[in-house]
């Protein structure tokens, strides 16, 4: 599953240096990531980098994007690959 930002955000700027994945950028009002590039931290980290460091907690797992640890490491595998 693809983690997602709340309108809780609080646009602080903390998480987004944190992803390994550089999945996380300014949105038009919030923070965003892009699903396409998260991994949940797999094949970097144990627990998502993002959701470790955000001050008001507000970036769950997307209902919408459940996602198996296999499709995971491979999308992890096709970005490391590419950069
Ligand atoms: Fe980036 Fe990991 Fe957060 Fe996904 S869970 S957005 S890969 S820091
Ligand atoms: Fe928003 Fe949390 Fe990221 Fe700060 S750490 S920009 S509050 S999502």
């Not at 998502?48 to 919408?64: E, F, N, S, T």
Request: glycine share 2%; aromatic share 4%; proline share 8%.
């Amino acid at each position: 599953m693809a983690l997602m930002i709340t309108d809780e955000c609080i646009n602080c700027d903390v998480c987004e240096p944190e992803c390994p994945n550089h999945a996380i950028s300014q949105g038009a009002e919030i923070y965003e990531i892009d699903p396409e590039l998260c991994t949940e931290c797999v094949g970097h980290f144990n627990e998502p980098q993002c959701q470790q460091v955000c001050p008001v907690d507000c970036i769950p797992l997307d209902p919408d994007r459940k996602e198996s640890k296999e499709t995971l490491m491979d999308r992890y595998i096709r970005i490391t690959a590419k950069a």
